[in-house]
C-alpha cells in the first residue's frame, strides 16, 4: 500500500514529527487515496509514503513491550531497522487488505498476533495515538508511522527467533533510560514516539 504524498500533505505542512489525531486524521486519508504498487521500486520512490501499522503494546502495569529487531545476518523485515530498538510491531500492508472494512486496523491484528502471538481476546483497548513522519534517513522518507497504543491484559509475548531477537515489557522510566543510553541503537520513530506515551500512563 503506497499513498502520494501530494495527498498526505495537501492540507498541512510537511515536517519531521509525531502528528496528533487533533492536527489531521492521516487514517482517513490514507483509506481515501491508498494504491497498491511494486515494494522494490516504491522503496525508492520519494512521491510515496507506505503506511506502516505501528503498535504501542501496553499492559495493565503500564509498562511497554521493547524489543531489539534481528540482526544483520537475518533475512527478517527491513534489514535497515535491523539492530535497533524498537517499541513499535507492525508492518506493510498488502494486497490481501484491500477489501476489509479498515484495512490499517485488519493489518495491525494480523501482525501482532503473527509477530508476538498477541489474540485479540488479550486486548483491552486499541486506538491511534499519532502519526510518525521522519524524513531524516532513507527509511523515513518513504514511509509514515500510523502508531496505535494496544493495551493488554494477562499477556505474554512469544517471538519466532528469526522474526526478533528478544523483547520485554518495560515501565516507562526503563525505556527513557535504554532510548538515552549509550548501549542501545535506537530506532528513530521509537525516539519520536516514546515523549507522546507518558499522557497514557496513569
Request: proline content about 3%; some cysteine; aromatic content about 12%.
Amino acid at each position: 500500500m503506497a499513498v502520494k504524498n501530494d495527498f498526505l500533505f495537501e492540507n498541512i505542512e510537511r515536517k519531521t514529527k509525531v502528528y496528533t489525531n487533533e492536527e489531521v486524521n492521516f487514517e482517513q486519508i490514507i483509506l481515501d487515496n491508498f494504491e497498491f504498487k511494486v515494494r522494490g521500486p516504491v522503496e525508492t520512490n520519494f512521491d510515496y509514503k507506505q503506511p506502516i501499522t505501528y503498535a504501542i503494546v501496553m499492559n495493565e502495569k503500564n509498562e511497554i513491550f521493547v524489543y531489539i529487531r534481528w540482526d544483520k545476518n537475518s533475512a527478517a523485515g527491513e534489514s535497515r531497522l535491523h539492530e535497533k530498538l524498537s517499541i513499535g510491531v507492525g508492518g506493510h500492508l498488502e494486497r490481501e487488505d484491500e477489501y476489509v472494512e479498515n484495512p490499517l486496523r485488519d493489518c495491525l491484528a494480523r501482525e501482532l498476533e503473527e509477530e508476538i502471538w498477541l489474540k485479540k481476546e488479550s486486548i483491552i483497548q486499541s486506538f491511534p495515538i499519532g502519526y510518525i513522519n521522519d524524513d531524516r534517513n532513507e527509511v523515513g522518507e518513504v514511509h509514515l508511522g500510523i502508531a496505535y497504543l494496544v493495551k493488554v491484559q494477562g499477556f505474554s509475548p512469544k517471538m519466532e527467533d528469526w522474526e526478533l531477537a528478544h523483547g520485554e515489557f518495560k515501565s516507562y522510566p526503563e525505556l527513557q533510560e535504554m532510548i538515552l543510553g549509550w548501549e542501545y541503537n535506537v530506532e528513530t520513530w521509537t525516539e519520536l514516539l516514546t515523549p507522546e506515551i507518558e499522557k497514557y500512563i496513569y
